[in-house]
């Protein structure tokens, strides 16, 4: 199971993308722009891809 408190969301570098950027505390890397419409299923979904590729939030 992904440990999801090594995931946040953060206000995007870019100050004129009004999205939030997913970004993995680990290796801080961006691994999406959270966009409105998106569902906290894929959200998670992309948190739980990360992890097993990387390993982080395991």
């Not at 997913?22 to 998670?44: F, K, M, P, R, T």
């Amino acid at each position: 199971m992904t440990n999801l408190f090594n995931y946040e969301l953060r206000v995007a570098d870019d100050s004129a993308k009004p999205d939030l950027a997913l970004i993995c505390l680990e290796c801080g890397e961006h691994l999406c722009d959270a966009e409105h419409g998106d569902s906290l299923h894929s959200l998670v979904a992309t948190c739980e891809d990360h992890a097993e590729a990387s390993g982080h939030g395991r």
